[in-house]
């Protein structure tokens, strides 16, 4: 079966510090990938989707950055975090051209201090 | 512009009773809409999708209606439970070649014993 891994769970980092999230999927191939965040009460916004190794779409202007070096894992970036970048931070996967179901991560709870 | 909007933040019901809950949507033309359940600090996890073909589909105690023309649907939890006590989500694929979901920012369920 198909699983999903997200680290870390919390995270607290001082503005201005790097970030890196990592997610990886096992038991499946060539998914899409996706990385969304959720503000407090708030629906999901999409920050990055891939559909395969290099490729990565960028939904909205931001500090952050997104990769996909291998198949089944996403990575999130930033080089400067900024007090803006605190969320919820999700990874998902889906079917690679049946945008059927996204199966998601436990999720990241992202601090900047 | 283009809007999802989940009818309340919160709905608070007495277990037993039936639960509904509506998503609107304006200028998109989905290919299919998904329900999603999320609990407080974890991913969201899909419960029901439905195909602009279809009307109405079922899984248990969950029914879900897709009327494209009114652009609503709504998502009915019936014979209700304190355990399903969450936030819910409805998504769309908004056909624009984007291969992601966009998301309602939700509904916070309470059943009360």
């Known amino acids: 079966s198909q699983t999903i891994h997200q680290w870390p769970a919390t995270l607290v980092q001082p503005v201005g510090s790097p970030l890196s999230l990592e997610c990886t999927v096992e038991?499946?191939?060539?998914?899409?990938l996706y990385w969304y965040r959720q503000a407090a009460g708030r629906g999901l916004q999409l920050l990055f989707y891939?559909?395969?190794?290099?490729?990565i779409s960028s939904e909205v202007p931001q500090n952050l950055s997104a990769s996909r070096p291998q198949d089944r894992q996403f990575i999130l970036s930033s080089k400067k975090l900024l007090l803006s970048d605190s969320g919820f931070y999700l990874c998902?996967?889906?079917?690679?051209?049946?945008?059927?179901?996204?199966?998601f991560g436990q999720g990241t709870r992202l601090t900047v201090v | 512009s283009q809007k999802i909007e989940q009818n309340s933040e919160a709905l608070n019901i007495q277990e037993g009773k039936t639960a509904t809950l509506t998503c609107n949507y304006t200028n998109y033309s989905p290919a299919y809409l998904q329900w999603y359940r999320q609990d407080p600090g974890r991913g969201p996890v899909f419960l029901l999708l439905i195909r602009e073909n279809e009307k109405e589909k079922r899984k248990e105690r969950l029914k879900v209606t897709f009327d494209t023309t009114l652009k609503q649907s709504l998502f009915h939890i019936t014979a209700s439970q304190p355990a399903d006590s969450a936030t819910y989500l409805c998504a769309l694929d908004i056909r624009t070649g984007r291969r992601a979901l966009t998301f309602g920012s939700g509904t916070r369920l309470q059943v009360q014993p």
């Open positions: 891939s559909v395969g190794i290099g490729q």
């Open positions: 998902a996967w889906s079917v690679l051209l049946r945008n059927t179901e996204a199966f």
């Open positions: 038991g499946t191939s060539n998914p899409n």
